[in-house]
């Protein structure tokens, strides 16, 4: 009897990647969910600011008002709370990783729930000279000169590519170098996601009892677009993380808790239509 190499039967025993189908089903799923669980969390944070600040606040699926007792400095700071708070926790997340070894459906949704949460702040700096959004708003509230107004654009901008280098090793470990799983893994993903978010955010925008300026609308909008986008960027820097082992996660073929905590998540928005009130 021939003896079987070590190295041949430790091979042996790692199991195989998934089908570029079961990737693509999976990192839809997580992807859309995790983006659409770090939207809550971060209007949630803007809502606790309001109230620590002696306001009233309402909360809704992709936005949070403030009662005009809160003045132009306090309105500024919970303005900011929310995208700080998603781009430090996207980071604490990217570097806390529980689940890794573990593997599973719960490991891809953490890391698409990290990253989309660093794009979150990350995409509000960059559209910053705009006058869209949290960041936007702060600037205008402070009297922020346009010279800071342009470097927040230039970190956010900075900060993107960054993020895509740091999601570039787990691309290449979870999807192996077969191109047609690593596009299933961050390119399809990433167009359907942000086609799920910008349908998802308009329908609560028509829908919601709240009054949304021009430049709210965009952000929420681009918001959707964003999120999502270091997936793309991140094949700029496959080879940097060429010397990565492969890591095939062991997805379910349809991500059956993933899809349930969807349907949750979107009950919960619905109700959400109406406002949640604060303080």
Known sequence: MTPVPPQTAAASRMP??????????????????????????HEVVHLVAGVALGGRSVLYPFGVTHASALGAEQRAIAALAAPAFSL???????????????????????????????????????????GAGDTATAAELLGWPWGVVLAMC????????????????????HAG????????FAFWPWLLASAVNVGLGQLW?????????????????????AVPVFAPMSFLFLRLAA???????GLPR??????????????????????????
């Open 16 to 41: 195989a990647f998934e089908s570029p189908r079961t990737i693509l089903v999976n990192s839809v799923v997580a992807a859309v969910l995790g983006a659409g669980l770090m939207v809550l969390l």
């Open 88 to 130: 430090v926790s996207g980071f604490a997340l990217v570097a806390w990783q529980p689940l890794a070894r573990r593997g599973g459906f719960g490991h891809l949704l953490w890391l698409w729930f990290a990253f989309t949460s660093i794009m979150e702040g990350v995409g509000y700096l960059v559209i910053t000279p705009f």
């Open 154 to 173: 230039a970190v956010g901008v900075g900060l993107q590519f960054f993020a895509a280098r740091l999601f570039a090793p787990h691309l290449r470990r």
């Open 177 to 184: 170098t077969d191109g047609a799983r690593q596009w299933a």
């Open 205 to 225: 925008m028509a829908l919601a009892g709240m009054d949304l300026t021009v430049g709210e609308r965009i952000a929420i909008t681009a918001a959707g677009l």
């Open 243 to 249: 010397e990565e082992p492969d890591q095939p996660l």
């Open 254 to 279: 349809i991500p059956v808790g993933g899809l349930l905590a969807f349907a949750a998540l979107t009950v919960l928005n619905l109700l959400l239509l109406r406002g949640f009130s604060l303080g």
